[in-house]
């Protein structure tokens, strides 16, 4: 097996790995803030059990040598994390889904604010075709509700644009180990709001797994850019969205407005054609 192909394959596992997150999030029928405080524990317990299998006795190391950079980037991405819960909870998880999805495009207007990289102008063209998508999945919006999930939507992705931006810049920082700060972070969050932090045996179960299954996605999604260039990683995120959707439809029996339907299309067909033409890009720079 090539590195190339085994690269594409650790990236579309991770991406599909993913996909059940949101379903089962909205299957425990929880509090959100003790969703998220038991979600942040069981998390880091995971992500921990990961740097000790890959790293063994330095896995503690590992995580000193994170620093005030890694902190940072471990709370951004855990308020990231926190503002999706609480997307989900106001909103439906297939409109979620689609606003989120635009986060390649965000983290390309952040690191033009940030970094001063400059977006080539088929990425702007994308930006505007995106956003205007979102636009229309918003405009559906006539409950209060419904316009604070998309709110916290808009909010995840903008929190993720940030952290990933700063991942760019701070390239020496192992991220996996960061994500232990993500946890920790949305556990005190949740700790914070929750009135109680009592679950069912059922609802714990949902969140349990929910939280494996995130940090054995994010693990894949970090290690595929080690054997495939970035944008080619980036293509099988309209996929997640759209089978996270479909299980949205079928499981969880949300109904979408035309409004969200329309919009998604927007977004979902924009961010996939994107996502080729920068994988193409990349590959004639590299070649």
Request: some cysteine; glycine content about 8%.
């Amino acid at each position: 097996m090539t590195n190339h192909l085994k690269g594409l394959l650790i990236a579309f596992f991770g991406v599909l790995i993913l996909t059940p997150d949101g379903i089962l999030v909205k299957l425990a029928n929880a509090d959100s803030w003790t969703v998220l405080f038991w979600r942040g524990i069981f998390f880091a317990i995971s992500i921990l059990v990961i740097l000790l299998i890959s790293y063994r006795s330095r896995a503690l190391n590992e995580i000193k040598g994170i620093g005030k950079e890694g902190l940072l980037i471990g709370c951004l991405t855990g308020l990231g994390g926190a503002t999706f819960i609480l997307a989900i909870h106001y909103t439906t998880l297939a409109k979620t889904l689609v606003i989120i999805s635009a986060s390649p495009l965000i983290v390309a207007l952040v690191s033009f604010i940030l970094l001063k990289e400059k977006p080539r102008l088929f990425t702007w063209l994308a930006m505007l075709i995106v956003f205007t998508g979102i636009y229309v999945v918003m405009s559906g919006d006539t409950s209060g509700l419904n316009l604070k999930g998309s709110l916290f939507a808009l909010a995840s992705v903008m929190t993720g644009g940030f952290s990933f931006t700063l991942l760019r810049k701070y390239k020496e920082v192992n991220m996996v180990p960061a994500m232990v700060i993500n946890g920790l972070f949305i556990t005190l969050v949740g700790l914070f709001f929750a009135d109680s932090l009592a679950l069912s045996s059922q609802a714990m179960t949902y969140i349990i797994l929910s939280s494996i299954l995130v940090a054995i996605s994010f693990t894949l999604i970090t290690i595929a850019p080690r054997f495939i260039p970035a944008p080619e990683v980036a293509i099988f995120f309209p996929m997640g969205t759209v089978i996270g959707t479909v299980l949205a439809w079928l499981i969880l029996k949300e109904e979408l407005s035309s409004n969200a339907i329309f919009g998604g299309v927007i977004v979902i067909l924009t961010l996939f054609i994107h996502s080729i033409y920068s994988a193409r890009q990349s590959n004639n720079q590299i070649s």
